[in-house]
């Protein structure tokens, strides 16, 4: 069973340029969320997705981010015109349909680097 | 949502048992306590979940009180292989059907040959 794929797993981007993350799911599996972490620190949820539905986006930025969930395909991160501060290691989690208490599995992230 | 506070870091020797406590004062009544590892460059990974009383699997025990406004993920004859950041979270059970966890900066456990 291959677990949560994201790739690619590091990604430079200069000032201005637009940051395209993919993340494909655990076979089987619906939800989608996606996380941002800075160095020494703990993951911040961004949002949360179902397919073709953006369920939670609370913790995602206003501008510049957005994210989706097509029926066919990864789901895609995106982030517009990067500025220095999205340098960051951004995971994304997924888990099947049910009880909302079933644990989440990770993806080993995506390392993004703005010049 | 509630919030969890764990120590920063604590230091252990190989062989030994390690117990790491959460403190999650404001658990609501159908929040499950989960714990994830994570080691550098890598994505968090599930170790144990409860609900009260204990539960074990073959990595690990959780021991949750009555009150349930603690837990401690009990780590039995930790390797140098345990080295890592262990995070405590509470999952509140959403309408919605899905769990929108939060981390806090969890344990850095440091074993030591």
């Known amino acids: 069973n291959a677990g949560v794929m994201q790739n690619p797993r590091h990604l430079v981007r200069r000032r201005g340029q637009e940051a395209r993350l993919r993340c494909s799911p655990m076979?089987?599996?619906?939800?989608v969320y996606w996380y941002r972490q800075l160095p020494e620190e703990g993951l911040k949820f961004m949002v949360y997705?179902?397919?073709?539905?953006?369920?939670?986006e609370s913790g995602m930025p206003k501008e510049r981010f957005s994210a989706e969930f097509p029926k066919e395909g990864p789901s895609i991160l995106r982030i517009q015109q990067v500025v220095r501060g999205d340098s960051a290691a951004y995971f994304c989690?997924?888990?099947?349909?049910?009880?909302?208490?079933?644990?989440?599995?990770f993806g080993d992230g995506t390392r993004l680097s703005i010049l | 949502l509630a919030k969890t506070t764990q120590p920063i870091s604590m230091d252990s020797y190989e062989g030994q048992e390690v117990n790491i406590t959460c403190s999650h004062n404001?658990?609501?009544?159908?929040?499950?306590i989960t714990w994830y590892q994570q080691f550098p460059s890598q994505g968090p990974r599930f170790i144990i979940q409860?609900?009260?009383t204990k539960v074990t699997n073959e990595v690990a025990s959780l021991f949750i009180p009555a009150d349930r406004k603690s837990s401690t993920l009990s780590l039995p004859r930790v390797s140098l292989s345990d080295t890592a950041v262990y995070y405590c979270?509470?999952?509140?059970?959403?309408?919605?059907?899905?769990?929108?966890?939060?981390f806090g900066t969890g344990t850095k456990l440091q074993v030591i040959p």
């Open positions: 989690a997924s888990s099947p349909p049910g009880t909302a208490n079933q644990p989440q599995h």
């Open positions: 076979k089987g599996h619906s939800h």
């Open positions: 997705l179902q397919k073709e539905n953006i369920i939670d």
């Open positions: 404001n658990i609501a009544t159908n929040d499950y």
């Open positions: 409860g609900y009260k």
């Open positions: 979270l509470v999952a509140p059970e959403d309408s919605g059907g899905y769990q929108k966890v939060t």
